[in-house]
């Protein structure tokens, strides 16, 4: 959770600190679990994601904006940067749909592998974790630049959301998401269908995916027009690193309409002091000691420049 609350803080650090004018003082609380709440107690917070009926949590960008703690992931900038230099011509990628993962983490990946087992436009493997950050010996596990080698990736939902949908939009291929519960920040921007359709929906069982992945192969010029559409809005305009630091500075300004404005100073022994821990101290504080002490997260504010 600290490695995920760090690179929330850096973004949020990186949105105020390049931005042309002066942002307000907030203060908020943030949740960086899958789960935000899991109780459904509709507590006001920001969030990764959320249920439909969760209507009072604020969508922040995934922590994985910044990076994953993870060799296999990394750097957002650098995966994007890798993902471009390397990435192929549609014609030249791999035909069949790509997805690795765990799949007891989510019942709708049991469907996945019942749907796509021996299917030869399939190339679906379970990944197996040793511990947290290591995965065994023998699973089929690849790096994110690689998933663009194929034309078809597969997301599925995880413990709630999965953060690798992101990753797999960087790519110029044609993203296959099931009818999901869970909604994140970027979904509103997915087209199912029409000229502008930008990934391919299929059922939460996958049972229509065999058929839908068909009728791509026998149409490329309609597959390559969903991969180009995908990649002109995602890889190329609302994913970007830029387009994040836009989003933070919306969502600073919006909050600040409907909360109240802190005040950034206290008196102590007749003199000012900040309020809370400036970001850059407690980045120090977080490297130094190994971890972020409870009551550090309770007290820090956000003072916008």
């Known amino acids: 959770m600290v490695s995920r609350a760090l690179g929330a803080l850096h973004q949020i650090d990186r949105a105020v600190t390049t931005s042309p004018e002066p942002l307000p003082n907030i203060e908020f609380s943030f949740v960086v679990s899958d789960i935000p709440d899991s109780e459904h107690q509709h507590r006001t917070s920001w969030s990764l994601t959320r249920l439909a009926i969760d209507e009072e949590m604020w969508f922040m960008p995934d922590f994985g904006f910044w990076s994953w703690p993870l060799d296999l992931v990394g750097s957002y900038e650098q995966i994007r940067a890798e993902m471009r230099a390397n990435e192929v011509v549609w014609e030249k990628k791999v035909p069949k749909a790509l997805w690795r993962g765990a799949v007891k983490t989510n019942k709708v990946r049991n469907s996945l592998v019942r749907a796509s087992q021996g299917k030869s436009w399939a190339d679906v493997h379970e990944v197996k974790w040793k511990n947290r950050t290591d995965v065994a010996v023998g699973s089929a596990v690849l790096s994110m630049a690689d998933h663009c080698n194929h034309q078809f990736l597969i997301h599925t939902e995880g413990r709630s959301y999965s953060g690798r949908g992101k990753y797999l ?41 065999g058929s839908k992945i ?54 102590v022994g007749g003199k000012k002091q900040l309020r809370g821990i400036p970001f850059e101290t407690f980045v120090v504080q977080a490297l130094h000691k190994g971890h972020v002490p409870c009551s550090v997260w309770k007290t820090f504010t956000l003072q916008c420049r």
Do not use: M
């Open 214 to 267: 068909q009728q791509l192969l026998q149409d490329p010029e309609q597959a390559k027009s969903i991969a180009h559409n995908s990649a002109s809005t995602f890889r190329d305009r609302y994913l970007t690193p830029s387009a994040q630091v836009c989003y933070w500075r919306q969502l600073i300004r919006s909050w600040a309409e409907v909360s109240f404005r802190p005040k950034p100073w206290v008196l």
């Open 169 to 209: 939009l960087n790519c110029e291929s044609i993203t296959i998401i099931h009818k999901s519960e869970w909604i994140e920040p970027y979904q509103t921007l997915l087209v199912p269908s029409g000229p502008h359709q930008n990934f391919v929906q299929v059922e939460r069982d996958f049972s229509d995916l």
